[in-house]
C-alpha cells in the first residue's frame, strides 16, 4: 500500500540542527512532489516548504528561508527535511506529505516528533 | 495569526447537519481551489476533499465542500460519533508563494 514511513522522535539543544527522514512506498517516488508540514504543540498545521522527487525543485516558506532545506535520495525512495539553528518555538510534530502537482496532501506520514530543549 | 480564518469550534448532535467556514481574500481562496483536512486526535491529517468539492476514494458523501468568492465550507450530514475532530481547511496563496491553513475547527459530537 501506499505509504510515507518517518524517522523517530528527536530531542536536540537550542542552536543544533535537526534532519527528519520519510521513506516512500507503495508508489513511483519520482511522479510526485513531498511537502512538509509541522504542527507545535496544541496549534495549527504550518505548511514548510515542498521538495519534486523528480528534479529535486524546492520551494520553501518564506518564514523559514535560510533555515530549512530539503533533499531527496530517489535510489531509496526517500525525502529529508533538515532545520537548522533550532529554536524552543521548533518544538513541534513535523510531517511528511505526498503531493501531485499543486493539487493536495493525499498521503501523510505518521509524524516525527522535535522537542528543543535546554 | 491564520491566513484563512476558520471558527474554533463547531459541534452537533448524532444525525445533524453542521457546517464549518473558511474565510479568506482573493489571493488565497478567491483564486485557488480549497482542499480539507481530517484530523483525528492523536493522528496524522487526512485529505477529506480535494479541488474545493471532490472525495477522495474512501471519503463518505455525507462529507461535501463548497467554494464562492473568498469563502469555503465543509459540510457533514449525518454527523456521527467517530466524525469528532480538528478540521482544516488549506488553499495556495499567490502573495505569499505556497500554502496556507486555517486554524482549525475543532468539532465536538454531543
Known amino acids: 500500500q501506499v505509504q510515507l514511513v518517518q524517522s523517530g522522535a528527536e530531542v536536540k539543544k537550542p542552536g543544533v540542527s535537526v534532519k527528519v527522514s520519510c521513506k516512500a512506498s507503495g508508489y513511483t517516488f519520482t511522479n510526485y512532489g513531498i511537502n512538509w508540514v509541522r504542527q507545535a504543540p496544541g496549534q495549527g498545521l504550518e505548511w514548510m516548504g515542498w521538495i519534486s522527487a523528480y528534479n529535486g525543485n524546492t520551494d520553501y516558506a518564506q518564514k523559514l528561508q535560510g533555515r530549512v532545506s530539503m533533499t531527496t535520495d530517489t535510489s531509496t525512495s526517500t525525502a529529508y527535511m533538515e532545520l537548522r539553528s533550532l529554536r524552543s518555538d521548533d518544538t513541534a510534530v513535523y510531517y511528511c506529505?505526498?503531493?501531485?502537482?499543486?493539487?493536495?496532501?493525499?498521503?501523510w506520514g505518521q509524524g516525527t516528533m522535535v522537542t528543543v530543549s535546554s | 495569526q491564520s491566513v484563512l480564518t476558520q471558527p474554533p469550534s463547531a459541534s452537533g448532535t448524532p444525525g445533524q447537519r453542521v457546517t464549518i467556514s473558511c474565510s479568506g481574500s482573493?489571493?488565497?481562496?478567491?483564486?485557488?481551489?480549497v482542499n480539507w483536512y481530517q484530523q483525528l486526535p492523536g493522528t496524522a491529517p487526512k485529505l477529506l476533499i480535494y479541488s474545493n468539492y471532490q472525495r477522495p476514494s474512501g471519503v463518505p458523501d455525507r462529507f461535501s465542500g463548497s467554494k464562492s468568492g473568498t469563502s469555503a465550507s465543509l459540510a457533514i450530514s449525518g454527523l456521527q460519533s467517530e466524525d469528532e475532530a480538528d478540521y482544516y481547511c488549506?488553499?495556495?496563496?499567490?502573495?505569499?508563494?505556497?500554502?496556507?491553513f486555517g486554524g482549525g475547527t475543532k468539532l465536538t459530537v454531543l
Open positions: 488549506a488553499t495556495w496563496d499567490d502573495s505569499l508563494n505556497g500554502w496556507v
Open positions: 506529505a505526498r503531493s501531485y502537482r499543486r493539487v493536495a496532501f493525499d498521503i
Open positions: 482573493s489571493s488565497n481562496i478567491g483564486g485557488n481551489s
